[in-house]
Nanobody, 124 residues
Framework: QVQLVESGGGLVQAGGSLRLSCAASGRTFESYRMAWFRQAPGKEREFVAGISRSNSDTYYPASVKGRFTISRDNAKNTVYLQLNSLKAEDTAVYYC?????????????????WGQGTQVTVSS
């Protein structure tokens, strides 16, 4: 099992940046494919970034590609999400998630472990 704890959220003006972190417990962090999702009030949970176990492959939807960057440091058991050029529509609770299944999935149901979430609010 793995436990995930996000940090780094906050209030930022449109055009600004934030860096989210997700610290994982356990000694097998490198065996998990990791992802970030977000959920705004009244909306479904949305995939925003994913990364392979070895840090070699990353995945983004069109809505954030070029603005968000996911990375991981397996030595520190941590995955990061750099948010740049933030927009009001990026406002949401951001969650990190982990799966040991064979791919980085867009479907949140394919992830077995979740953090508690961190709020990101972008003022326009």
């Amino acid at each position: 099992q793995v436990q995930l704890v996000e940090s780094g959220g906050g209030l930022v003006q449109a055009g600004g940046s934030l860096r989210l972190s997700c610290a994982a417990s356990g000694r097998t962090f490198e065996s998990y494919r990791m992802a970030w999702f977000r959920q705004a009030p009244g909306k479904e949970r949305e995939f925003v970034a994913g990364i392979s176990r070895s840090n070699s492959d990353t995945y983004y939807p069109a809505s954030v590609k070029g603005r968000f960057t996911i990375s991981r440091d397996n030595a520190k058991n941590t995955v990061y999400l750099q948010l740049n050029s933030l927009k009001a529509e990026d406002t949401a609770v951001y969650y990190c998630a982990a799966t040991q299944r064979g791919l980085v999935f867009l479907n949140p149901q394919m992830y077995d472990y979740w953090g508690q979430g961190t709020q990101v609010t972008v003022s326009s």
